[in-house]
C-alpha cells in the first residue's frame, strides 16, 4: 500500500501542457506526512539539487518515502527513487529504484538511458524500447513546473510517457477544475485538482476515488492526493517546504 501512495503523490505532478521557463529551485525540499484514516503512516520527501558530472551540468531529483509510528511496527516500507536528468529537458539519464519492505521484499535498480537509441538499461530486467520522451517517473513528476496548466480546460485529458515498473507506462491525467483547499498548517490555498485515468484492480472504490490537488500558482506544487480505498482512505499533506522559487499563495 505504501508505494502505491508514493507513486500517486508522484504521478500528480506527471502532467504536460504548454511549455513555459522552469519555475524549479534549487536545494529545493517539499515534506509530506501521508494519513490512513486519522493516523499518519509515513512521511516523504522531495529534493532537487544541481551537480556537475565529467564537466557536464545535471539536476539530481529525490524522492523518499518511509512508515512511521505504528504503521511502521507492523510493516516497516523505506522507499527511495533518484533520476539524474538534464536541467533543460528534465530527460533522465540514470536514475534508481530502492526498495525496502520489512524482510520480506528488497529490490536495488538502476537504469541508464540511451534517448537517440530509444532504449534503456535496467540492472533488473535488461535492455528495453522505449518511447519518444520518456521520463523516469521522478523526473516526470517535476515535469509539471514547466507547463501551463491555467489554459487547460476541464475534462482535457493529458498524458507524459514513463519508463516505470520494468515497462513502458503512459500517465494519464485529467483537468477537473480549480479548488480552495485548507491546509491545517498553512491555511487556504487555490489549487488545480486532477484525477488520474489508470486502472487498479481492487483499490479504488470507484474510477474518481483519487483526486490530486496541485497549487496553482508559479511553484505548482503537489498539495494534497485523497485516495478513497476499498479498506478506508488515506490522504498525502505537505507539511513543510523550503527553498522554492516564489512564495506560495496560501491565506490564513
Avoid at 509510528?69 to 533518484?82: A, L, S, T, V
Avoid at 520522451?133 to 509539471?144: H, L, M, Q, S, W
Wanted: hydrophobic share 35%; net charge neutral.
Amino acid at each position: 500500500m505504501m508505494r502505491i501512495l508514493l507513486i500517486f503523490l508522484l504521478t500528480s505532478l506527471a502532467i504536460a501542457g504548454y511549455a513555459q521557463p522552469s519555475p524549479i529551485g534549487e536545494n529545493e525540499q517539499l515534506d509530506y506526512e501521508i494519513y490512513y484514516a486519522f493516523v499518519t503512516g509515513a512521511n516523504m520527501t522531495l529534493q532537487t539539487e544541481k551537480i556537475t558530472e565529467d564537466g557536464k551540468e545535471l539536476i539530481h531529483l529525490v524522492a523518499k518515502g518511509n512508515t512511521v509510528g505504528f504503521i511502521d511496527k507492523i510493516y516497516h516500507i523505506m522507499e527511495d527513487y533518484e533520476c539524474w536528468a538534464d536541467p533543460k529537458t528534465l530527460l533522465p539519464v540514470r536514475a534508481l529504484k530502492n526498495v525496502r519492505e520489512s524482510e520480506s521484499y528488497k529490490r536495488y535498480i538502476t537504469y541508464d538511458f540511451d534517448h537517440e537509441k530509444h532504449r534503456v538499461k535496467s540492472s533488473h530486467s535488461g535492455i528495453s524500447e522505449i518511447k519518444n520522451n520518456c521520463y523516469d517517473i521522478v523526473g516526470a513528476c517535476y515535469k509539471i513546473r514547466t507547463y501551463d496548466i491555467e489554459n487547460m480546460k476541464p475534462g482535457e485529458k493529458i498524458t507524459i510517457n514513463t519508463f516505470f515498473g520494468e515497462e513502458n507506462w503512459p500517465l494519464c491525467m485529467k483537468y477537473i477544475q480549480k479548488e480552495t483547499i485548507k491546509i491545517s498548517k498553512y491555511g487556504k490555498i487555490e489549487c488545480y485538482k486532477f484525477v488520474p485515468v489508470v486502472q487498479v484492480s481492487g483499490l479504488f472504490t470507484d474510477k474518481d476515488a483519487l483526486s490530486i490537488w496541485i497549487s496553482a500558482d508559479e511553484n505548482k506544487i503537489p498539495i494534497r492526493a485523497q485516495m478513497s480505498l476499498m479498506v478506508g482512505s488515506a490522504k498525502v499533506d505537505i507539511v513543510s517546504f523550503k527553498n522554492l522559487p516564489y512564495t506560495p499563495k496560501f491565506i490564513k
